[in-house]
């Protein structure tokens, strides 16, 4: 803001992978810099400073998934529940059938993975979609989510385990796969 401000830099001048400077704050967790940046109409916006890759419809959506995220790697337990008998408003479940539909945390993440899913498919490389999955895990976990695999013993008891996130973080990349089959497959109709 100081350098626009003061010295008429010009914020529209990309990095060397072509970023533009809104990307680069909202990436980063530069909440402050990212909405003075969208609260000045001459600055793009956009990631790469083309209207294919912008940063999708619901911006504010990417930028606290990313705040989240960020809070709950500084929390220090990395701690994951076992033997869950009894599923919660939070939890948000795997397996075959359609039980994981109506989940109310199955909702909850699918909209977020929705309201997300133009980001994800901007970005350019495996490194940055891989670190935003962990992202979405990590948020969802600031929120008092879990991530939950059904367990059936040979008795046919069933209990639910929590994920670690690096599982966790493996099926949000399945999921973003299967969403992006259907919207391709829609697209086709």
């Known amino acids: 803001q100081y350098l626009v401000e003061t010295w008429h830099a010009d914020a529209n001048i990309k990095s060397n992978d072509g970023s ?9 967790c530069h909440f402050e810099v990212s909405e003075y940046l969208m609260s000045n109409s001459d600055i793009d916006t956009s990631i790469h400073g083309d209207d294919n ?11 606290d998934v990313k705040h989240k995220a960020e809070m709950q790697r500084l929390e220090i337990s990395t701690d994951v529940a076992t033997n869950i008998r009894e599923l919660g408003e939070k939890d948000i479940t795997w397996g075959k059938g359609g039980g994981n539909i109506h989940n109310p945390g199955n909702k909850h993440y699918r909209k977020l993975l929705d309201d997300c899913f133009d980001y994800y498919k901007s970005l350019e490389n495996m490194k940055s ?59 086709q109709l």
């Open 53 to 63: 890759n912008s940063i999708g419809d619901n911006p504010a959506i990417v930028q």
């Open 20 to 28: 533009t400077s809104y990307y680069l704050a909202a990436s980063n």
């Open 129 to 187: 979609r891989l670190s935003f999955q962990r992202d979405v895990v990590d948020s969802l976990r600031f929120d008092g989510y879990r991530f939950v695999d059904k367990q059936t013993l040979e008795g046919g008891q069933t209990f639910w385990n929590e994920m670690p996130p690096e599982k966790a973080s493996t099926k949000v990349g399945r999921s973003l796969i299967e969403m992006k089959k259907k919207r391709k497959k829609m697209d």
